[in-house]
């Protein structure tokens, strides 16, 4: 069950092992092998953007796939204030991990980001996401994982938010960077729940598991790749008591 892959994937260490648990899972070997590849592409930037802020804190919340790389990556962006792992598009009394994990809630895996706009832009986090931090082209899945609740889709907070994304979709679309429609939905934020303690700060706590390995520090090197200037090495962590 998708709610159980995590937990399959997290204690994976060695090669054998996680070739072994692809063909379980049914997970095609050559998107595995391609994965690390397609995270280090530069989209171009928004041609629509935010205008000039004079506030010092906004916040975006971004879906696309297990929440623990897509806050790792934005941990590690400067100008991003707090990185947060939650479920989004679904009621409370489901925003629990093993109920978001049946894919019946509603709800996406989500990161809620926290950033200064006098730093960095929406949009430019938007190139970020759509850059290095997911595959905008897979439909309720990334990789390993599949189910709606690992749907690609940016949690608009504003009208403007949604406007901005929407218009960078059609412009990634038309360009025809991947070979694939972009699959992302532009939603709405109707309310954001902070996941467990447990999943905060995963990957900056379990860089070890063979999940992580595999599927999200290839994406912290990609943004060090792609993004430099915007790349910070010592992660935004959350405040919360240390996982197991």
């Known amino acids: 069950m998708a709610a159980s892959r995590h937990s399959l994937w997290t204690f994976l260490s060695s090669g054998a092992a996680i070739v072994i648990a692809a063909a379980t899972c049914g ?12 995270l280090d592409r530069a989209v171009p930037p928004p041609a629509v953007d935010e205008t000039s ?6 916040t975006l919340i971004l879906a696309g796939g297990c929440f623990w790389g897509i ?6 962006v400067r100008g991003v204030q707090q990185a947060v792992s939650g ?10 991990y093993q109920m978001v994990g ?54 608009a907070t504003t009208p403007a938010q949604a406007k901005i994304a929407a218009a960078y979709i059609a412009q990634l679309d038309s360009a ?23 999943h905060q700060n995963y990957l900056a706590w379990h860089p070890d598991s063979g999940y992580i390995d595999m599927f999200d520090l290839p994406k912290i090197a990609a943004l ?9 090495s010592r992660p935004v962590l959350v405040d919360v008591a240390r996982g197991s």
């Open 27 to 38: 997970v095609s070997l050559s998107l595995i092998r391609s994965h690390a590849a397609e």
């Open 53 to 58: 802020s004079t506030q010092r804190s906004e």
């Open 71 to 76: 806050q790792g990556v934005f941990q590690h």
């Open 87 to 96: 479920y989004d598009g679904g009621a409370a009394g489901t925003a629990h």
């Open 102 to 155: 049946t894919g019946t809630t509603g709800h996406a895996e989500s990161v809620r980001i926290t950033y200064d706009p006098q730093l960095i832009t929406y949009g430019q986090l938007l190139r970020i996401y759509f850059s290095v931090a997911t595959d905008p082209t897979q439909v309720n899945r990334q990789y390993p994982d599949t189910g709606t609740q690992y749907r690609s889709e940016i949690f």
């Open 176 to 198: 025809k960077i991947w070979d694939r429609p972009i699959a992302t939905i532009v939603g709405r934020d109707t309310g954001f729940y902070p996941a467990e303690a447990y």
């Open 224 to 232: 060090q790749k792609v993004f430099p200037a915007m790349f910070q």
